[in-house]
Nanobody, 124 residues
Framework: QVQLVESGGGLVQAGGSLRLSCAAS????????MAWFRQAPGMEREFVAG????????SYADSVKGRCAISRDNAEKRLYLQMNSLKPEDTAVYYC?????????????????WGQGTQVTVSS
């Protein structure tokens, strides 16, 4: 099973940008569908963006579409999330997740591996 460690979170002003990174170890990274989820205080965890193992197919939540870009480097075993035009409502803990099976992008139960999360705080 792949192990995941996120980094790149922090405090940023509204309108700013952040690039989140997720380092994978163990498993065969290139075979996993990868995704970013986030969870704000008192809220359920929600899907942000996903990318298939080839990198050729991606999906975004409507709330981040046009502002975020997910990418992966299978050789380096890394997943990225470039976030631009950040809003206070983007404030959350962001999690990297991996799965092999399941066609749904946002079904949390399909993702068997999760990182510990990285905090993103956007000030107004």
């Amino acid at each position: 099973q792949v192990q995941l460690v996120e980094s790149g979170g922090g405090l940023v002003q509204a309108g700013g940008s952040l690039r989140l990174s997720c380092a994978a170890s163990g498993g065969t990274f290139s075979t996993y569908t990868m995704a970013w989820f986030r969870q704000a205080p008192g809220m359920e965890r929600e899907f942000v963006a996903g990318i298939k193992w080839t990198g050729g197919m991606v999906s975004y939540a409507d709330s981040v579409k046009g502002r975020c870009a997910i990418s992966r480097d299978n050789a380096e075993k890394r997943l990225y999330l470039q976030m631009n035009s950040l809003k206070p409502e983007d404030t959350a803990v962001y999690y990297c997740a991996a799965k092999i099976f399941g066609s749904s992008w946002d079904r949390i139960a399909d993702f068997g591996s999760w990182g510990q999360g990285t905090q993103v705080t956007v000030s107004s």
